[in-house]
């Protein structure tokens, strides 16, 4: 039996996948605008083809496409009423190409971030957001995942209601938030890097971390921060491209610095999110020594 992910970084670094809806953007497959999973239910064949390239590309974590899978983000596609058959089909999709080596992370995220109205002090969104997770959690648990990612969390106050909703799974449980606040240095609650590492370990995550929005090299400093505010492996899962960037996109080159980088400050588990590719992924496991360099250094 393969080893699970708390193992794994208990042993040394484990290495994750990439952006799957940008990259399916990028090919023609996604409309643009559009980030939530439908791609899984029109073309199911492109999804695995992806999934199977991360992991040739040396990704030893491989995540469901269930990224915004929620029936309330899926509605306005007009796939709302196949929710529950989108999420288990991204599932299936990742556990077959995982085979007995590689983990499934069941992806559960912000399900407001397309309303962009969620209130930490009002109770009715709260119960909402709450409401949306509980119906999407089974539907992923029950497709045979290693642990749960929690993810893109802007807010540190919904990250804590998806990490309640998910303690009672049993599995491990990896939280990360995005600092999409005040000059992308805090969530939009208020809350640093090394804040949300207090609280998130306080409420029971097992690893915590950050992904999306910032750049590699941005990112590293904040999961640093939170590497030094708590005792449990940190996440760093940066991005390689958004549309609304004034910079150039993050190369293959600047990922594998990063990945070397990120092992030098013992961050435990890395990958990438928006933008990034089977390409960047190859590059930081070559550079972390788990794929043969082409180039023979």
Not at 43 to 61: C, I, M, N, S
Not at 78 to 96: D, H, L, M, P, Y
Request: proline share 5%.
């Amino acid at each position: 039996m393969s080893e699970g992910l708390l193992q794994r970084l208990e042993k040394g670094f484990v290495l994750g996948d990439g952006g799957y809806l940008m990259a399916l953007r990028m090919r023609g497959f996604v409309r643009t605008g559009a980030m939530t999973p439908q791609v899984v239910a029109t073309h199911p064949e492109e999804v695995r083809k992806l999934t199977q390239e991360f992991r040739d590309a040396g990704a030893e974590v491989l995540q469901t496409l269930t990224f915004f899978g929620t029936s309330n983000m899926l509605k306005p596609a007009g796939f709302g009423e196949r929710a529950e058959e989108i999420n288990a089909t991204a599932c299936r999709i990742a556990r077959e190409v995982a085979g007995d080596d590689a983990l499934v992370a069941g992806n559960l995220n912000s399900p407001t971030i397309s309303l962009m109205d969620y209130d930490p002090s009002d109770t009715a969104k709260r119960d909402r957001t709450r409401a949306w997770l509980d119906e999407q959690l089974p539907w992923i648990c029950d497709g045979g995942v290693d642990f749960l990612i929690l993810e893109t969390f802007s807010w540190l106050d919904e990250a804590l209601l998806a990490l309640d909703v998910a303690r009672g799974t049993g599995l491990p449980l990896v939280v990360t938030v995005s600092m999409e606040g005040t000059g992308n240095a805090e969530t939009y609650d208020g809350f640093s890097p090394a804040e949300c590492a207090r609280r998130l370990v306080d409420a029971g995550a097992d690893v915590i971390g950050l992904n999306c929005i910032c750049p590699p090299s941005a990112m590293l400093e904040f999961a640093i921060r939170m590497q030094q505010a708590v005792d449990v492996p940190i996440c760093c899962q940066p991005s390689a491209w958004h549309s609304w960037w004034d910079r150039p996109a993050a190369t293959e080159a600047q990922f594998a610095r990063f990945a070397r980088d990120a092992m030098a400050a013992d961050i435990r588990y890395l990958g990438s999110c928006c933008g990034a590719g089977p390409e960047h992924v190859r590059a930081m496991a070559r550079a972390m020594g788990k794929q043969p360099d082409s180039r023979g250094a």
